[in-house]
């Protein structure tokens, strides 16, 4: 990626297709490559495969850009923080949904290719997939925000790092996943960066997982490999896994995009055969059977025996 002038973070962002909330907060929506080309007749997004969801529906959005990892695969970028922002309320948030996202998509309405029962569907969005940028556990009203969303009618997906595990636990949306980025503490520190060693704590949120699935909760393991990095020792993967419960596993392939292309190359992105191999390598030592797979987003989910 070619190099950027000076901008305030904000305006980079803008210019990335982001919405925000407020201009004293980085909360922000997103509308993802899948919702646009389901909303122009496209094919979906694999959670639309798996999970049902309509991907035109789905608003893609964070409560807070704040990270503590600079994971190696994260598309986002480092350098365009936030410093001292202002923390929204969740009602703040949720109000301005609808705005943002028909501001977002707006130049889909005379498409040719979109119409109005689908243009209108976008509008009325029933999933939220707090899953944009930042680690959203870092946002201080994040079980409200979660439960308010829930209260709309709506599904909630989260999606998080799994290094607040006391703020995690107390989250109850539609389906919740955490992140596991290798095998071991050595490998963890590689590819994500963080601010701290997280490593027991992220354990610790793993482990929680299976106690919610027990529970009749939707809960999900999501495992990025980057080729010649952290494609190794399937059977430490699948230790983790099964000690965990979850009742999905998402195992995906590095994608070589936005701001992961200045820190890694496309021979990093493993082909969707190598995500098959190393999942087959895995499932000896699992509980689990391959619920599906998509070829074009590279990607296997895994069920939990029941």
Not at 26 to 38: D, E, F, G
Not at 185 to 201: A, N
Request: glycine share 6%.
């Amino acid at each position: 990626m070619p190099s950027e002038p000076c901008k305030p973070p904000e305006k980079i962002l803008r210019g990335m297709g982001y919405q925000f909330f407020h201009p004293g907060s980085s909360a922000a929506l997103k509308p993802c490559l899948w919702c646009k080309r389901s909303l122009t007749g496209g094919d979906q997004c694999y959670k639309n495969q798996f999970y049902g969801i309509t991907s035109h529906k789905c608003v893609q959005m964070t409560p807070t850009l704040r990270c503590n990892h600079k994971c190696l695969f994260c598309w986002r970028s480092f350098e365009h923080e936030y410093s001292g922002e202002k923390d929204l309320l969740p009602e703040e948030i949720i109000s301005r949904i609808p705005f943002l996202q028909k501001k977002a998509l707006g130049g889909y309405k005379v498409s040719p290719r979109v119409t109005r029962e689908k243009w209108e569907e976008a509008l009325s969005p029933n999933q939220y997939a707090i899953s944009l940028s930042g680690e959203p556990t870092l946002y201080p009203h994040i079980v409200k925000l979660i439960d308010l969303l829930n209260q709309t009618g709506g599904t909630t997906f989260l999606v998080s790092n799994g290094t607040m595990p006391e703020v995690l636990k107390n989250c109850h949306p539609f389906q919740k996943y955490v992140s596991l980025t290798g095998p071991d503490r050595e490998t963890y520190l590689k590819m994500s960066r963080p601010d701290d060693d997280y490593w027991e704590r992220i354990l610790e949120s793993i482990k929680s997982l299976g106690h919610e699935t027990d529970n009749k909760k939707r809960t999900a393991i999501r495992v990025t490999l980057v080729k010649g990095m952290n494609d190794q020792d399937p059977a430490g993967y699948a230790r983790i896994i099964q000690e965990s419960g979850a009742q999905f596993v998402e195992v995906k392939a590095y994608m070589h995009v936005g701001y992961s292309q200045r820190r890694l190359t496309i021979k990093h992105m493993p082909l969707h055969e190598e995500i098959e191999q190393f999942t087959k390598q895995m499932l000896p030592h699992l509980s689990y059977r391959i619920r599906g797979e998509n070829s074009l987003s590279r990607v296997i989910c895994l069920e939990r025996d029941s």
